[in-house]
């Protein structure tokens, strides 16, 4: 099991630039999540997926940013014409959708925006 | 709606020593889980522990466990014989269950974080 990986690392990108990251998640985990993490703060909640279908998508999620989740498997989180206010660590998670004592969700290692 | 608040932005503790991290919650879900997560610093989140709401028992795993106090919405995490490497941001975390399906909502509610350094 390789765990939660994710791409770019590090983002840097200028005002009004579109950026796009993906996420891959442990495999067999059906259940895909997208945090945004500001400096010195908890994560925030912005969308998630049961298999390719989107369920939820928080009110942080603007009509600037996108995901999806075609096959299912890894997913995609795209922000358009970037603000300098979206600099953030954008951090995926999975679980999979058993009984709820495995419903734990597991971590990436973030991508690291920054909006110049 | 769900909260979680953590009023201890930064702890410090000795090496081998033992350290209590502090939070409280409000939710109006009838069932829900907590956890404690752990973000090293430049590295990624693990989880350090979980507790059914249901469950009485207070979860513990090796040097970590909770005091879980249901009617006064507190979940403590102690940690035991300190480590360096126990140095990180720790998180209080809540999600809700949906009754009917017995799983977990969507998004995890995360605290502020409690910066703990550990001195050798």
């Known amino acids: 099991d390789t765990g939660v990986s994710q791409d770019p690392r590090h983002k840097i990108t200028k005002r009004g630039q579109n950026v796009t990251f993906r996420c891959d998640p442990i495999s067999e985990h059906n259940r895909l999540y997208w945090y945004r993490q500001t400096l010195g703060q908890g994560p925030e909640f912005l969308t998630y997926f049961q298999n390719e279908a989107q369920l939820e998508k928080s009110r942080l999620l603007s009509d600037r940013f996108s995901a999806e989740r075609p096959k299912g498997s890894f997913s995609t989180l795209e922000i358009q014409r970037t603000e300098q206010g979206d600099s953030a660590m954008y951090l995926c998670a999975s679980s999979p959708r058993l009984a709820p004592s495995t419903d734990t969700q597991y971590f990436g290692p973030g991508t690291r925006l920054t909006v110049l | 709606a769900q909260t979680v608040t953590q009023s201890q932005p930064e702890m410090s503790v000795q090496e081998a020593e033992t350290v209590t991290l502090s939070c409280t919650y409000d939710t109006s879900e009838s069932d829900y889980y907590l956890f404690w997560y752990k973000q090293p610093p430049s590295r990624q989140m693990i989880l350090v522990i979980r507790?059914?709401?249901?469950?009485?028992q207070n979860a513990t795993e090796n040097r970590f466990s909770v005091n879980f106090q249901k009617a006064a919405k507190s979940f403590s995490l102690k940690i035991s014989d300190s480590q360096l490497g126990d140095a990180a941001m720790y998180f209080c975390?809540?999600?809700?269950?949906?009754?009917?399906?017995?799983?977990?909502?969507?998004?995890?509610?995360f605290g502020k974080g409690t910066k703990l350094s550990v001195k050798p």
């Open positions: 975390v809540i999600i809700g269950v949906v009754v009917n399906y017995g799983g977990s909502q969507g998004n995890l509610i």
């Open positions: 507790q059914e709401a249901y469950k009485q």
